[in-house]
């Protein structure tokens, strides 16, 4: 099952493929609600194909169909949980993320850590809480240099 952390990040995906149809909070607390079966790679791969395909804004029912079709089941509780390759997936994005458009969620980074821990693979959280612990000291030194030249 998906973390709630990783279904509200996939849910504001869709917000922003889709920003003529805002969502309210609570709205998208129902979502994660009827959602959290689906492991979380399965309903990346649901949202993404739902935002190449469509114009509009998906109902829970219309992602769970697109969440089946990835699995090939309706029934999400025998599928594993992460897939490795996702896990890594989602590191170099976190990365990516944080070179390119200086963003630094930590609580994503934390959350992706605790995937790997799942997993069993705890070189990899450790790994990545090093990671978050070094970009954290750049950004703070950033966000220094920024206030000293305002």
Known sequence: MASAAEIFTHLE????????????R???EVYAELL???P???LRKAVEGH??????FPKVAELRRAAADVAGTTDFRDLPQTLV???RGEAVRLEDRFFREGIL???????????????GRMYGAERLRHKLGKYLAIH???????????
Do not use: C
């Open 85 to 87: 390759d996702d896990l």
């Open 13 to 24: 995906r869709l917000t922003h493929a889709f920003p003529d149809k805002t969502q309210s």
């Open 40 to 42: 979380g790679y399965v």
């Open 36 to 38: 959290a079966d689906i």
């Open 105 to 119: 969620e930590e609580g994503e980074w934390m959350a992706l850590a605790e995937q790997f821990e799942s997993a």
């Open 26 to 28: 609570e709205t998208l």
């Open 140 to 150: 703070q030194e950033q966000k220094v240099k920024d206030d000293e030249h305002a």
């Open 51 to 56: 935002i190449s395909a469509s114009n509009w």
